[in-house]
């Protein structure tokens, strides 16, 4: 009976958000540390826009034989994080019953597609996506501070354009 409720109480804390980004964060400095130790570059722990960027020219150089640049470290070692984030969001998305497929205009996917297009460039542009721009900045990189303001910044403007819209679609 107390090891029942212990299961319970242990399943009620990991569904804490604040514990799960905790614990995340903690893998992922973990994990920098292991990349660093094996020769990664420091900040480079998970980055959605560098991985992508690593993975796809990695592909492309495979397929096309080009030779697009790819981080010393990736080219040693397959950069997968982005595949797991995807199959991830998808799995959690089908275990809370929130995916689901919707029709929407081209106008629609092409303003998500070159939305995603800008939004990898500008990360790029800045040196980094969110995350490592906090590991940078943990480093002490003020450029990152600069970068994530400007994030956060985005964010705000993107938000309140979309809560116009729909508003105004609603009336």
Do not use: W
Not at 12 to 19: G, L
Request: charged letters at 15%; aromatic letters at 10%.
């Amino acid at each position: 009976m107390e090891k029942e409720n212990q299961n319970k109480s242990f399943l009620r804390i990991i569904r804490i958000p604040a514990f799960l980004g905790i614990t995340i964060g903690i893998l992922a400095a973990l994990v920098q540390a292991l990349l660093i130790n094996a020769g990664g570059p420091e900040a480079y722990g998970f980055c959605v826009a560098c991985h992508t960027r690593d993975l796809t020219n990695a592909v492309v150089n495979a397929f096309t034989g080009a030779s697009l640049g790819i981080a010393p470290f990736s080219a040693t070692t397959p950069v997968l994080t982005i595949v797991g984030v995807l199959i991830g969001g998808y799995i959690a998305a089908n275990r809370k019953k929130e995916f689901r497929l919707k029709m929407g205009s081209i106008l629609s996917y092409a303003l998500y597609f070159f939305g995603g297009i800008a939004v990898i460039n500008f990360a790029l542009l800045v040196g980094a996506c969110p995350y490592r721009l906090a590991l940078r900045f943990g480093y002490g990189d003020l450029i990152a501070l600069i970068g994530i303001l400007s994030i956060a910044g985005g964010v705000a403007v993107g938000s309140i354009l979309l809560l116009f819209y729909m508003k105004r679609r609603d009336m």
